[in-house]
Nanobody, 115 residues
Framework: QVRLVESGGGLVQPGGSLRLSCAAS????????MGWYRQAPGNQRELVAT???????GYADSVKGRFTISRDNAKNTVFLQMNSLKPEDTAVYSC?????????WGQGTQVTVSS
């Protein structure tokens, strides 16, 4: 069983930055993929970014050039650096992790971009 806990959300003005963190704990032997998703009110959950254990990354078109995903394999932690934030980035951001063929999810952290 893997437990994921996100942190770093909050209220930020348009154009500002936030850095989200997601720490994995529990029975961890080899986490393959970690990623970030988001869900805004009334919308479906959408993929934001993913990163493999080898460091290969992927991004949604809407965040390319503004968001950067990274991970610390030794600490089983994934990060999402979000720059040039826009009001449309407002959502609950959740991380997930793939281990042993099972996806695990965190509870999410709220990000609000507003002046």
């Amino acid at each position: 069983q893997v437990r994921l806990v996100e942190s770093g959300g909050g209220l930020v003005q348009p154009g500002g930055s936030l850095r989200l963190s997601c720490a994995a704990s529990g029975i961890i032997f080899s986490i393959d993929v970690m990623g970030w998703y988001r869900q805004a009110p009334g919308n479906q959950r959408e993929l934001v970014a993913t990163i493999t254990s080898g460091g290969r990354t992927g991004y949604a078109d809407s965040v390319k050039g503004r968001f950067t995903i990274s991970r610390d394999n030794a600490k089983n932690t994934v990060f999402l650096q979000m720059n040039s934030l826009k009001p449309e980035d407002t959502a609950v951001y959740s991380c997930n992790a793939l281990q042993g063929g099972t996806w695990y999810w965190g509870q999410g952290t709220q990000v609000t971009v507003s002046s």
